[in-house]
């Protein structure tokens, strides 16, 4: 069965420029959720959507935004980028939360010059 | 709050040598604790979790951590390792007031040598 899929895996976006990023969860699953991994901070939470709401947030500026469509594919989006947003991107997908176990994507390495 | 404590940022063995990967978290509510295992240009892969019963989980492939609740420890364990193990380990914890977050530790890298 295929696995979470996110596009792009590279990307190379300027200072002040937005992004979107995408992800595509199993067959199934309905809950999404996104992280930031970076060398100084490591991984963080971004959010979770359900059933196309938002139902947790991470401590993020309101740059980061996403959502959630009724074929439960996510977007993430990051608005006026900054160097400090050069990160690895990662998706993961569950039936519903962590008791069902999540899947991570490979992720959407971003780079911000 | 919950927070998560990895001991060890890197940790070389010999191949074929014992590993222990040590995690520590932090929590005043009920928990669930993985480990989730990460190879060069790659996601998390779960490697473990314990979410209740008995406190020593194993994966398929010879890993296992034992949930210590006094020590609020989840350390991982190998007998035996071999190269293919050589990557990078993240300890998280979630639990029922956290919705469906993971916090992760700063992870620790291991490098099997031959």
């Known amino acids: 069965k295929a696995g979470v899929t996110q596009t792009p895996r590279y990307l190379i976006k300027t200072r002040g420029q937005q992004v979107t990023l995408s992800c595509s969860p199993i067959s199934g699953h309905r809950s999404v959720s996104w992280y930031q991994q970076t060398p100084g901070q490591g991984l963080q939470f971004l959010f979770e959507y359900f059933s196309e709401t938002q139902r947790n947030k991470g401590n993020f500026p309101g740059r980061f935004s996403g959502r959630q469509f009724s074929n439960s594919r996510s977007e993430m989006n990051v608005s006026t980028l900054e160097l400090g947003d050069s990160a690895l991107y990662l998706c993961a997908s569950s039936v519903d939360g962590f008791l069902y176990g999540y899947t991570f994507g490979s992720g959407t390495r971003l780079t911000v010059v | 709050a919950q927070s998560v404590t990895q001991l060890d940022s890197q940790v070389p063995v010999f191949e074929e040598a014992p590993v222990e990967l040590r995690c520590n978290y932090s929590?005043?509510?009920?928990?669930?604790l993985f480990w989730y295992v990460q190879y060069p240009n790659q996601g998390l892969q779960l490697l473990l979790k314990y979410l209740s019963g008995s406190t020593l989980v194993e994966s398929i492939n010879g890993f296992e951590a034992e949930f210590n609740k006094s020590q609020t420890s989840f350390h991982l364990r190998k007998p035996s390792v071999h190269i293919s193990d050589t990557a990078e380990y993240f300890c998280?914890?979630?639990?029922?007031?956290?919705?469906?977050?993971?916090?992760f530790g700063t992870g620790t890298s291991l490098t099997v040598i031959p």
């Open positions: 998280a914890v979630s639990g029922t007031n956290t919705g469906n977050q993971f916090y």
């Open positions: 929590s005043s509510v009920s928990v669930y």
